[in-house]
Nanobody, 122 residues
Framework: VQLQASGGGLVQAGGSLRLSCAAS????????MGWFRQVPGKEREFVATIGRSDGRSSYADSVKGRFTISRNNAASTVYLQMNALKPEDTAVYYC????????????????WGQGTLVTVSS
């Protein structure tokens, strides 16, 4: 599966952005989909993940209550709605796909998009 993330940009603290990740290839609904983020010099970290079709989702504590992950299997797209953004949310955001069991571990994700930059100004 090939992944293409979009929707990043510059936003003021307190604002909102919606990231999208379009998948091409086959059987999008077979994959667990996740969002991760990375700041230069730091490890890539988990943000959110969503199950195949049962709506199950998980979030990093740092984004819980502010970010919402969703997916549209018919459109082969996963979304990340980000509200109440903070300067510490500034990072490159990556979408990823995992073909195994439900997981938040980045090492379980075998397919990655190219990343989209989110910058939150104070």
């Amino acid at each position: 599966v090939q992944l293409q993330a979009s929707g990043g940009g510059l936003v003021q603290a307190g604002g909102s952005l919606r990231l999208s990740c379009a998948a091409s290839g086959h059987s999008f609904s077979m994959y667990i989909m996740g969002w991760f983020r990375q700041v230069p010099g730091k490890e890539r970290e988990f943000v959110a993940t969503i199950g195949r079709s049962d709506g199950r989702s998980s979030y990093a504590d740092s984004v819980k209550g502010r970010f919402t992950i969703s997916r549209n299997n018919a459109a082969s797209t996963v979304y990340l709605q980000m509200n109440a953004l903070k300067p510490e949310d500034t990072a490159v955001y990556y979408c990823a796909a995992a073909s195994g069991v439900y997981t938040i571990r980045k090492t379980d994700y075998g397919y990655w998009g190219q990343g989209t930059l989110v910058t939150v100004s104070s």
